[in-house]
T-cell receptor
């Protein structure tokens, strides 16, 4: 079966720009969650979407936003990029506790 | 103090050894997760636990809810087990992560 697909894999942006990352979950998975991983802070939870609704949100500024479409695909957007936003952004899709989470390969964002 | 603490931070073992990684947490949780991350960033979810014990191949995960503690065991370790192992908890509608344990298994 197809896994979780994240695009693009790598991205270089300039400070002040905005960026949109995409995540396509496993077919049939309605929950998509996003995470940021940096060497200094480790993994941190950004937000979770279920059936097009944001269900949970981590402690990130409003510059970080997301949405989920009716086909369960999700996008996250970061506006007014800062150097500290350079990170690996991971998404995961979830069906139920028997299957747990399946992670995508991530998008590595570099802000210069 | 982090809400999710892992030990040890780094672990080097010889092939075939039995390995234990520990995770303690200080918040109420709905589930605990063990994740494996290889160089390059890919993360694999190994276990999702809310009670008791789960086994998958050479990997065993246990959780003690009363003591707020979980362990990940690897039997007959192999160099391909070398990775970072991350403990995470689902709590208060988000997920909190430990800093990870870097495991190196030498042939």
């Amino acid at each position: 079966k197809a896994g979780v697909t994240q695009t693009p894999r790598y991205l270089i942006k300039t400070r002040g720009q905005q960026v949109t990352l995409s995540c396509s979950p496993i077919s049939g998975h309605r929950s998509v969650s996003w995470y940021q991983q940096t060497p200094g802070q480790g993994l941190q939870f950004l937000f979770e979407y279920f059936s097009e609704t944001q269900r949970n949100k981590g402690n990130f500024p409003g510059r970080f936003s997301g949405r989920q479409f009716s086909n369960s695909r999700s996008e996250m957007n970061v506006s007014t990029l800062e150097l500290g936003d350079s990170a690996l952004y991971l998404c995961a899709s979830y069906r139920d506790s028997d299957y747990g989470y399946t992670f995508g390969s991530g998008t590595r964002l570099t802000v210069v | 103090k982090n809400e999710v603490e892992q030990s040890p931070q780094n672990l080097t073992a010889q092939e075939g050894e039995f390995i234990t990684i520990n995770c303690s947490y200080s918040v109420g949780i709905s589930a605990l997760h063990w994740l494996q991350q290889h160089p390059g960033g890919g993360i694999v979810s190994l276990f999702m636990l809310s009670s008791g014990k789960k086994k998958h191949g050479r990997l065993i995960a246990t959780i003690n809810i009363q003591e707020k503690h979980s362990s990940l065991h690897i039997t007959a370790s192999h160099p391909r087990d070398s990775a970072v192992y991350i403990c995470a908890v689902s709590a208060n509608n988000d997920m909190r992560f430990g800093a990870g344990t870097r495991l190196t298994v030498k042939p």
